[in-house]
């Protein structure tokens, strides 16, 4: 998995991150399916039910099993939306000391592993790496909205 080759390094990082999640979610009792499920919750607040199956690139019923095991497994809660009570949005349960928790962990050494080598760069260099990073998540990003457009879904 350790390419030095262009070709490959965004391969190889996009594995890295998948490997690293389905870890974190079965860390937390959960599949890598519905740890990402969770990371748009927590990340993007209080999500409508059919928002949350769109971000997710799934029908609503798929989206209403993993909302619930995500609720039975104590992570998110259904609370009505404010504007119209028909509506539901599900938000994160917080944990009391979210810092102390296994990914703050994991993700502030790879922030901490990262910001040390940035400093060895020269300003140049950390635009360049910056710019690789930037460009490899708007591919990835594009990359998946080309999937989830296909007719054949």
Do not use: W
Request: aromatic fraction near 4%; charge should be neutral.
């Amino acid at each position: 998995m350790h390419s030095t080759s262009g070709d490959r390094l965004g391969q190889d990082l996009s594995t890295a991150v998948v490997l690293l999640h389905e870890e974190l979610g079965r860390a937390a009792g959960l599949t890598a399916a519905d740890y990402k499920a969770l990371g748009f919750v927590r990340r993007e607040g209080p999500l409508p039910l059919g928002e949350f199956a769109n971000r997710l690139g799934v029908v609503p019923s798929a989206a209403t099993a993993i909302a619930d095991r995500l609720e039975r497994a104590g992570h998110v809660e259904r609370c009505p939306d404010p504007a119209d009570r028909r509506r539901v949005h599900l938000r994160a349960v917080s944990s009391p000391a979210p810092e102390h928790s296994l990914e703050a962990q994991v993700f502030g050494r790879i922030d901490r592993g990262t910001a040390e080598f940035l400093e060895t760069l020269s300003p140049a260099q950390q635009s360049a790496v910056l710019a690789y990073i930037r460009l490899t998540t708007q591919l990835l990003t594009e990359a998946r909205q080309e999937l989830l457009a296909r007719p054949d879904r």
